[in-house]
């Protein structure tokens, strides 16, 4: 099972073509079961123009597989504890929402489909399958 960033679903819909968005076109073709995550879909939908887009983006988003943190206080306390050992090894994450995405990856034994330099640098030192 994949889970896909906000970096790669935005580009999907906004049409972009790269490696990611090319990888999410074999996915969806080949009927591997992909999903996201409520940030995924509320970082998506913060960034789109109108309110016919929100809708249709919306409908869309809630259409696919959700994947969710397995333990409301344990799996936050492990998404900061990656931010805070990034940290002290010199490492700045940008988003600390990132962390978190990468822990439910982990948690739900998921690879992550992304198109984000933030993961690049998470990923050289948190082992997370990517696609």
Known sequence: ????????????????????????????????????????????????????????????????????????INSFTAAAKIYFDLRRKGVTIRSTIDCLIVQIALENNLALLHNDNDYKKIITFVHVNTV
Do not use: A, C
């Open 1 to 72: 099972m994949i889970l896909v960033d906000t970096s790669v679903l935005i580009d999907f819909l906004k049409g972009n073509q790269n490696p990611q968005t090319k990888k999410l076109r074999q996915i969806i073709s080949n009927n591997i079961p992909f999903g996201i995550t409520s940030l995924i879909m509320q970082e998506v939908l913060q960034g789109v123009k109108d309110e016919s887009e929100f809708n249709k983006v919306e409908k869309y988003l809630t259409s696919l597989e959700f994947y969710h943190p397995k333990d409301q």
